[in-house]
Each structure stands twice: as structure tokens, then as C-alpha cells.
């Protein structure tokens, strides 16, 4: 079973505004939750990510906010730019183990 | 450049046929993950290998298996290909403990 789960599916936002891309978990055990952004041909690489002890964490335009009670996080990309235009995952894990991915979400960002 | 290399890039086969997908970690890591991405189930963990022993196994087929070598190299085997395994497969290294994975550039499997 998916034990991320991660919306909207895709997203078309234009240039300047902002990006918002949320991501739901079932198990409380996790305690690693990154974002991982790949573009067409290439694997995943890492963004930011955030553990459990954290709100919110920032680095440059990407922001992680995170709700440990409502099991949510989010993604927020501020004065979004078309060299975003991305698949974005969202994932959950334990430290040395895998990661469990979001179906991804398809930013396109307009010019 | 992630520092993991993946070989090859493409993989055109043919139903039934088996298939041998080859991972190079980063310099001192010793975990590499594989993992399936597909369009309709996302990016899908297969198993990890850390130091040469299997750790951890997700949704990995029966007709799929890997190993990881001396040297840290490891290698996807794939058997009795479907039309349905046709995906792109990455691998990834950490270290010891690691949260951060590494990807490689991935190879697209196309069975025909």
C-alpha cells in the first residue's frame, strides 16, 4: 500500500508565484521526510528535507512545512521560475533504510 | 553528478528474455538501494544491499533478484521479462546510517 501519498498530481503555476505541493504519511515511525526533484532523464536528487522535531525549514525559495499531528507536509516553492519546471516526490523513511516515495507531482511553470 | 553510475542507459528486450542491470555506489557507501519507476505506481523500492548482505526487501518479484559484489558494485537481475516490467529502474547509494540516497541517471527497460 502507498504509504505516502502526495498531491495535486500536476500543477502549472506561472513564473513569480508560488508552488504548492502537499504530501500525507501513515506511519509515525518515519522520521526523514525529503523532497526529491528529478528532471526528465535523470534520477531523483535531493532538495530539502526535514525531520519530525522541525515546523519548518527553509532554503532558499523551498520551504518545507511540516504537522507532525495531522501526518502532513508540504512543499512550498516562493517566485516559482521555469527552470523548476520538475517531478516532484515527496518521501518518508528511517535512517539507512529505504525510502517510501509520493506518486510525484509534474510542476510546469509558465513563462 | 550523483557519483553513482548505472549501466546500461537503455535495455531493449524481448519478452521471457533475463536481463542484467549494473549499479557503481559513490565512493564509501556502502548501501545501494534499487528501485522501480513506473507511470502508473511511482517510484517503487525493490531491495537493499549494504556491504555485500541483503538488509531490506520491498516490492521485488520473484523472477528479480540483485547481489552486491566485494567491491560495492551491484547488479539487478531481471528473468522471464514481461511487457509490465518495462520501466525505468535507479539505483541509489548512502552511507552507513544515511539518510541522503544518491541516484543514479537510471536505465529505461523496454521489453518488446
Known amino acids: 500500500q502507498q504509504q505516502v501519498k502526495q498531491s495535486p498530481q500536476s500543477l502549472i503555476v506561472q513564473k513569480g508565484g508560488i508552488s504548492i505541493i502537499n504530501c500525507a504519511y501513515e506511519?509515525?515511525?518515519?522520521?526523514?521526510f525529503p523532497w526529491y526533484q528529478q528532471f526528465p532523464g535523470k534520477g531523483p536528487a535531493l532538495l530539502i528535507a526535514?525531520?519530525?522535531?522541525?515546523s519548518e525549514k527553509k532554503e532558499g525559495r523551498f520551504t518545507i512545512s511540516f504537522n507532525k499531528s495531522a501526518k502532513q507536509f508540504s512543499l512550498h516553492i516562493m517566485d516559482s521560475q521555469p527552470g523548476d519546471s520538475a517531478t516532484y516526490f515527496c518521501?518518508?523513511?528511517?535512517?539507512?533504510?529505504?525510502?517510501?516515495f509520493g506518486k510525484g507531482t509534474s510542476l510546469l511553470v509558465t513563462p | 553528478d550523483s557519483g553513482v553510475t548505472q549501466t546500461p542507459k537503455h535495455l531493449i528486450t524481448a519478452t521471457g528474455q533475463r536481463v542484467t542491470l549494473r549499479c557503481s555506489p559513490r565512493?564509501?557507501?556502502?548501501?545501494v538501494y534499487w528501485y522501480q519507476q513506473s507511470l502508473d505506481q511511482g517510484l517503487q523500492f525493490l531491495i537493499q544491499?549494504?556491504?555485500?548482505?541483503?538488509?531490506a526487501k520491498g516490492n521485488i518479484l520473484e523472477r528479480f533478484s540483485a547481489q552486491q559484489f566485494p567491491d560495492l558494485h551491484s547488479e539487478l537481475n531481471l528473468s522471464s521479462l514481461e511487457l509490465g516490467d518495462s520501466a525505468l529502474y535507479f539505483c541509489?547509494?548512502?552511507?552507513?546510517?544515511?539518510?541522503?540516497?544518491?541516484f543514479g541517471a537510471g536505465t529505461r527497460l523496454s521489453v518488446l
Open positions: 541509489a547509494s548512502s552511507v552507513e546510517g544515511g539518510n541522503i540516497q544518491y
Open positions: 506511519n509515525t515511525a518515519f522520521d526523514y
Open positions: 565512493s564509501g557507501d556502502l548501501s
Open positions: 518521501a518518508a523513511s528511517n535512517p539507512g533504510y529505504a525510502l517510501n
Open positions: 526535514i525531520r519530525p522535531d522541525v
Open positions: 544491499y549494504y556491504n555485500g548482505e541483503e538488509r
